[in-house]
């Protein structure tokens, strides 16, 4: 636990005393033009108390505010004018209230100098709240996001801190851990400062989600205090959340592109949506038909199960299925045929790291039904496309390791579903992947090539050079 010191305890009241001087005075400064005014000469009596209180405020103001300083951060030349200005208008104001208790009654500029400095004071500390556009910004802080995320053109070879993480931070986290203000002693503009912490330390533990504050204090309840960002300003959505949660996860690289890191499932479609435009929301898709489907006939599956085919479902208590060929030595294109009684049930097929041929899934197209095709290391060609883009339901395609084509991949266009496709170890050229990206916006296109990085927390076993 942090422990305040006296100095510290006072300078937080600096925000509350602040605004008793600019009233106050500003009131004084009012009553002391309208009383020029026979009618208003009654209200005479009231400017040398006025600004007596103003005075007294303006320095417990002046005070307080220096003290704060000193504990929190703040861009220094916007700090610099604010605190000599507000000095400044405490001084005029200890000699307005003088010279009038004096009845030195001609101070008219004195007063005029005074509300300027109120004015231009209250100006800078604004800036060093709000940040220096705080005037002609929206203020709109309902928003999800300030600053839109820009659409990047291949996400995967994008660099994950500069392209992703880098202008998330910029629209949620700068107004207060800035150039201009650093609450907490912590900047997150620049990546030396971000490794530096704030004045608790460090904010993250790279590869350690579980103990990085700075993902703590984001998943608290919006209420609490200590949740970031404060709950009046644009929060975090879930998949910027889910980002962060990757980015930290995988060691904080501040120069690695994003093929070079792991990818979980969860956050493939986040990555996509970066890509395409669009909401992952808009790019998930169910893998599991919400219809209700017969109980598949047994007979069949006893027959596949004695082929070696592992027929399984998909999920507890759902008749539909998935097939693995895994076992299976050398499929054939009656091995395929034995699946079509199972047409209506099965929606998964797993037929990769095997000896299946164009020749061997020609008949595959039957499977109306499958929403998750795996084909990946096997012997089929740009004509096995001929099959497969009818299967018009399908959501996710393996295809990685064959000899292939993007003049294949292009005959799938019209399964508009499909959201998640690999391609690695193919004969697709990266000039090919381009144009793919616009032929399939909404979806995933995997070139693989990750290199998993080591870190500190993982045990390696050394051993010595021959």
Same mark, same amino acid.
């Given at each position: 636990?942090?422990?305040?010191?006296?100095?510290?305890?006072?300078?937080? &009241?600096?925000?509350?005393?602040?605004?008793?001087?600019?009233?106050?005075?500003?009131?004084?400064?009012? &009553?002391?033009?309208?009383?020029?005014?026979?009618?208003?000469?009654?209200?005479?009596?009231?400017?040398?108390?006025?600004? &007596?209180?103003?005075?007294?405020?303006?320095?417990?103001?002046?005070?307080?505010?220096?003290?704060?300083? #000193?504990?929190?951060?703040?861009?220094?030349?916007?700090?610099?004018?604010?605190?000599?200005?507000?000095?400044?208008?405490?001084?005029?104001? /200890?000699?307005?209230?003088?010279?009038?208790?004096?009845?030195?009654?001609?101070? #008219?500029?004195?007063?005029?100098?005074?509300?300027?400095?109120?004015?231009?004071? !209250?100006?800078?500390?604004?800036?060093?709240?709000? *940040?220096?556009?705080?005037?002609?910004?929206?203020?709109?802080?309902?928003?999800?996001?300030? /600053?839109?995320?820009?659409?990047?053109?291949?996400?995967?070879?994008?660099?994950?801190?500069?392209?992703?993480?880098?202008?998330?931070?910029?629209?949620?986290?700068?107004?207060?851990?800035?150039?201009?203000?650093?609450?907490?002693?912590?900047?997150?503009?620049?990546?030396?400062?971000?490794?530096?912490?704030?004045?608790?330390?460090?904010?993250?533990?790279?590869?350690?989600?579980?103990?990085?504050?700075?993902?703590?204090?984001? /998943?608290?309840?919006?209420?609490?205090?200590?949740?970031?960002?404060?709950?009046?300003?644009?929060?975090?959505?879930?998949?910027?959340?889910?980002?962060?949660?990757?980015?930290?996860?995988?060691?904080?690289?501040?120069?690695?592109?994003?093929?070079?890191?792991?990818?979980?499932?969860?956050?493939?479609?986040?990555?996509?949506?970066?890509?395409?435009?669009?909401?992952?929301?808009?790019?998930?898709?169910?893998?599991?038909?919400?219809?209700?489907?017969?109980?598949?006939?047994?007979?069949?599956?006893? #027959?596949?199960?004695?082929?070696?085919?592992?027929?399984?479902?998909?999920?507890?208590?759902?008749?539909?299925?998935?097939?693995?060929?895994?076992?299976?030595?050398?499929?054939?294109?009656?091995?395929?045929?034995?699946?079509?009684?199972?047409?209506?049930?099965?929606?998964?097929?797993?037929?990769?790291?095997?000896?299946?041929?164009?020749?061997?899934?020609?008949?595959?197209?039957?499977?109306? !039904?499958?929403?998750?095709?795996?084909?990946?290391?096997?012997?089929?060609?740009?004509?096995? &496309?001929?099959?497969?883009?009818?299967?018009?339901?399908?959501?996710?395609?393996?295809?990685?390791?064959?000899?292939?084509?993007?003049?294949?991949?292009?005959?799938?266009?019209?399964?508009?579903?499909?959201?998640?496709?690999?391609?690695?170890?193919?004969?697709?050229?990266?000039?090919?992947?381009?144009?793919?990206?616009?032929?399939?916006?909404?979806?995933?296109?995997?070139?693989? *090539?990750?290199?998993?990085?080591?870190?500190?927390?993982?045990?390696?076993?050394?051993?010595?050079?021959?």
């Amino acid at each position: 636990m942090v422990v305040l010191s006296i100095g510290d305890f006072i300078g937080k &009241f600096h925000p509350v005393l602040v605004h008793l001087p600019i009233g106050i005075l500003l009131m004084a400064v009012l &009553f002391y033009f309208l009383s020029g005014k026979e009618k208003y000469k009654s209200i005479t009596p009231a400017i040398s108390i006025a600004l &007596f209180i103003g005075m007294c405020s303006a320095i417990a103001s002046s005070i307080s505010g220096f003290l704060l300083s #000193k504990t929190a951060a703040y861009e220094e030349p916007l700090l610099s004018r604010h605190q000599w200005l507000g000095i400044a208008t405490t001084v005029v104001a /200890v000699a307005a209230w003088v010279l009038y208790s004096k009845h030195f009654r001609q101070i #008219k500029w004195l007063m005029i100098l005074l509300s300027l400095l109120i004015i231009i004071t !209250g100006h800078f500390g604004g800036s060093l709240t709000h *940040g220096a556009d705080y005037i002609f910004s929206s203020g709109d802080k309902n928003e999800e996001s300030a /600053v839109p995320q820009k659409l990047i053109p291949d996400v995967q070879q994008a660099v994950a801190y500069t392209d992703i993480i880098q202008p998330m931070l910029q629209a949620k986290c700068y107004s207060c851990h800035g150039t201009a203000k650093q609450k907490g002693k912590l900047r997150l503009d620049e990546p030396d400062y971000i490794l530096q912490g704030g004045k608790n330390g460090k904010v993250f533990i790279a590869g350690n989600t579980g103990e990085s504050e700075l993902l703590q204090r984001i /998943v608290l309840p919006h209420d609490n205090k200590e949740h970031m960002p404060p709950k009046e300003k644009p929060q975090l959505t879930k998949d910027e959340i889910a980002l962060l949660h990757w980015w930290i996860n995988t060691g904080a690289s501040f120069t690695e592109k994003v093929t070079a890191l792991p990818q979980p499932a969860n956050i493939k479609p986040v990555l996509a949506a970066l890509q395409s435009g669009k909401k992952n929301e808009e790019i998930a898709v169910p893998n599991i038909p919400e219809a209700a489907v017969d109980k598949a006939d047994e007979a069949t599956i006893k #027959k596949l199960r004695e082929r070696g085919v592992a027929i399984t479902s998909v999920a507890q208590n759902s008749n539909y299925l998935s097939a693995s060929f895994i076992a299976v030595d050398s499929i054939t294109i009656q091995d395929i045929e034995l699946l079509m009684p199972l047409s209506k049930q099965l929606i998964w097929l797993k037929l990769g790291n095997s000896n299946c041929t164009d020749a061997t899934i020609s008949t595959i197209d039957k499977l109306t !039904g499958l929403t998750r095709l795996s084909l990946e290391n096997t012997a089929i060609t740009d004509n096995a &496309f001929r099959q497969l883009k009818n299967l018009t339901r399908l959501q996710y395609l393996n295809v990685a390791g064959n000899n292939i084509t993007a003049t294949g991949i292009e005959k799938l266009k019209e399964v508009k579903l499909l959201r998640n496709l690999y391609i690695y170890k193919t004969n697709i050229s990266a000039s090919d992947f381009a144009n793919l990206k616009k032929i399939f916006p909404r979806t995933m296109i995997d070139t693989g *090539g990750y290199v998993v990085p080591i870190l500190n927390s993982d045990t390696t076993l050394v051993k010595k050079p021959k």
